[in-house]
């Protein structure tokens, strides 16, 4: 009886503290952290440890995320700059958490993991809010939660480049709900939700995350509308629509575009502007792989190498030590090896488990993972892992057969 009482509490506090973890992913990442910690004390102090970890490498995601983050391990054997090797091996913690994420969930609470997500973006997307207000009309009130990397920067607790595919991700949930919730007041309070998150996207600065919804939205009325024809003619229709309104209403996402676009159109007189060194940054990220292949240039030796290569030309650009791709950092640092297994984390878990959700966050990620290296930053990369637990749980009782 004791023992059957103790389980079932240490299931409650594996619950909670799982949902925790959801409602911080766009807070301070050390808040996750700790968080992780407890959950760890809590798996170690429940028990089974044989079973659990049996479990873990009966299951194909979780070999996966295990193989990505032991090949930067691996590749610290070739790396000649070691204490940046070292950093960027210790980056990749959020692929060993979600062993211990996957190995915590419950089925039956995925929901819960899910709306403490959400709750997070909400409290989040109202201290935006009041930051905008505060910012540019209010400039006497008290001044809000906001981080200072620049002045036009709203995001509560971490910078726009992170904190918008985060809010990108929140609100397509929240819209998921808003379309498959029976109820209708279900249905109105998601729809609420999604506004508020929608108009915090709409001023949150971040390319990425506009980019995000933007494929999840896509990815969501192919959810919903079987007839393949039909979700094309409404994709056709909604994205013009969606870019035209989002132009002409919202000052921030014009003034992104129209500086994307002028960064372009002057990229061959003058590449040192934001999409110009992204441009430099792929380029010659991708003739790094080229030259390293199989096994890349080692964890830590990516700016090194990068300042070797880079052509005379763009001399003027920074010397990177982020290519702003995900993808390429991977193949630049680790080779063929490591893209491959980044590219089978993305197989592994769309085969896995059952919820459509699943192979829609995956497409979002690897579309925003085109223009930035979202694995290697704290936030977005522990999202991912979360978030894919969260998702995938049910996959636990396949990995048992």
């Not at 409650?12 to 503290?17: A, E, G, T």
């Not at 979700?231 to 000052?251: E, K, M, Q």
Request: include cysteine; charge should be positive.
């Amino acid at each position: 009886m004791i023992f059957s009482q103790n389980k079932l509490f240490s299931k409650q506090m594996r619950v909670w503290l799982l949902s925790a973890i959801c409602f911080a992913l766009p807070m301070k990442a050390s808040f996750v952290y700790v968080l992780s910690g407890l959950l760890l004390l809590v798996w170690l102090a429940e028990g089974g440890i044989a079973e659990k970890i049996k479990n873990i490498l009966r299951s194909r995601v979780c070999l996966a995320f295990l193989a990505y983050y032991l090949v930067f391990l691996l590749a610290m054997l070739w790396t000649e700059d070691a204490t940046t090797g070292w950093r960027m091996v210790e980056r990749q913690k959020p692929f060993l958490l979600f062993l211990l994420y996957w190995s915590s969930a419950e089925p039956e609470y995925r929901e819960r993991y899910i709306s403490a997500f959400i709750a997070g973006l909400i409290v989040c997307a109202v201290l935006a809010h009041y930051n905008l207000m505060q910012l540019y009309w209010f400039p006497d009130w008290p001044r809000g939660v906001r981080v200072f990397k620049s002045i036009g920067d709203t995001a509560p607790f971490v910078d726009r480049i992170m904190y918008a595919p985060i809010l990108a991700l929140g609100a397509y949930f929240s819209l998921h709900r808003a379309v498959f919730s029976i109820s209708m007041s279900s249905r109105l309070c998601a729809i609420g939700i999604t506004s508020l998150l929608l108009s915090n996207l709409s001023f949150s600065g971040g390319r990425a995350g506009m980019v995000m919804f933007i494929v999840l939205c896509i990815a969501l009325v192919f959810q919903r509308i079987a007839a393949r024809r039909k979700a094309l003619v409404i994709c056709a229709v909604f994205l013009p629509l969606f870019f035209f309104s989002a132009y002409n209403t919202s000052g921030f996402v014009a003034e992104r575009i129209d500086n994307a676009i002028a960064d372009i159109r002057v990229f061959d007189k003058n590449p040192n502007t934001s999409v110009g060194q992204r441009l430099v940054y792929w380029t010659t990220s991708f003739q790094l792989f080229i030259r390293n292949p199989v096994i890349g240039v080692g964890s830590g030796d990516f700016q090194k190498e990068y300042a070797k290569i880079k052509p005379e030309r763009w001399q003027a650009t920074p010397d990177s030590y982020n290519p702003h791709n995900q993808f390429l950092m991977t193949a630049a640092l680790t080779g063929l090896i490591g893209l491959m297994l980044l590219l089978f984390i993305f197989y592994s878990a769309a085969v896995s488990g059952n919820d459509a959700r699943t192979k829609t966050v995956l497409i979002g990620f690897a579309a925003v993972c085109m223009f930035e290296s979202y694995f290697w930053r704290s936030n977005t990369a522990l999202t991912f892992s979360a978030i894919l637990a969260a998702l995938l749980v049910n996959a636990r009782s396949e990995s048992k057969a």
